[in-house]
């Protein structure tokens, strides 16, 4: 292997490096994609098929189970990573879409639809941006993350005090920090993914499954970022 290494060219090791970037990339877009699908088809059908809004509202444990699966999923996607087959950690994945999709049809509830459709459309653009950011940029950022990341734990205080409080003028601030800090770690997390092709490459069960949760990692930036623009700009009804 050491052999082989020393014999490659210099320029032609650049071009597999990049390309092995690539796949990875491609592989964390790829499922962020497949969710991001499953996630709207699934918010569309309980937001407007009237049987599946009625069982979805029609006892509070129903709602609260809806509510906070997600966060369980991601609990257990996180905790268990290392330990789950591929196949198990990318049916957990697929699941956790369905019922974050579940979660999210309150949307069509409060919000116009063409004002949801601007957002995300929106949201695809500035993600996009960013994403391509993030991979081409030359500076590390590393400690850029860190701080957003202190600043992501500071807005989830801050919105579970406002949850009692129910402060409009403390929301639209929480709102404009949770944009500028999903923007942000949309390029960090898309840097990070990249950087990662470069050391997991080899079409391995764990590249594999460090695919998946590089699409987490992104489906989470994006849906966040949706979500506080959606706070932001969205017109309720």
């Known amino acids: 292997m050491e052999n082989n290494f020393r014999n490659t060219p210099i320029n032609q090791f650049e071009t597999v490096t990049v390309v092995n970037q690539n796949v990875l990339l491609r592989n964390s877009f790829a499922w962020m994609s497949l969710a991001l699908v499953l996630t ?110 202190i600043g992501l734990i500071g807005i989830l205080i801050a919105s579970v005090i406002n949850w009692f409080m129910g402060s409009e003028k403390m929301g639209f601030i929480i709102s404009i920090l949770g944009v500028i800090i999903f923007t942000g770690l949309t390029a960090y997390d898309v840097q990070k993914i990249k950087n990662l092709g470069q050391q997991y490459n080899d079409g391995s069960a764990i590249t594999q499954k460090l695919g998946v949760m590089g699409a987490l990692t992104l489906y989470l930036d994006f849906i966040n970022l949706f979500l506080f623009l959606l706070r932001l700009f969205g017109g309720r009804k």
């Open 40 to 149: 709207s088809l699934t918010s569309l059908a309980f937001g407007f098929v009237p049987f599946l809004a009625e069982f979805l509202t029609q006892n509070k444990l129903t709602f609260y189970v809806a509510m906070f699966a997600p966060l369980i999923f991601v609990f257990i996607i996180g905790a268990r990573f290392e330990k789950m087959s591929f196949p198990a950690l990318a049916g957990t994945f697929v699941a956790y879409s369905l019922v974050n999709g579940i979660s999210l049809s309150f949307v069509f509830w409060v919000f116009q639809l063409g004002s949801i459709l601007n957002v995300f459309l929106s949201t695809a653009a500035l993600f996009g941006v960013m994403a391509v950011a993030g991979y081409v940029t030359k500076t590390d950022l590393t400690k850029l993350g860190s701080i957003l990341v």
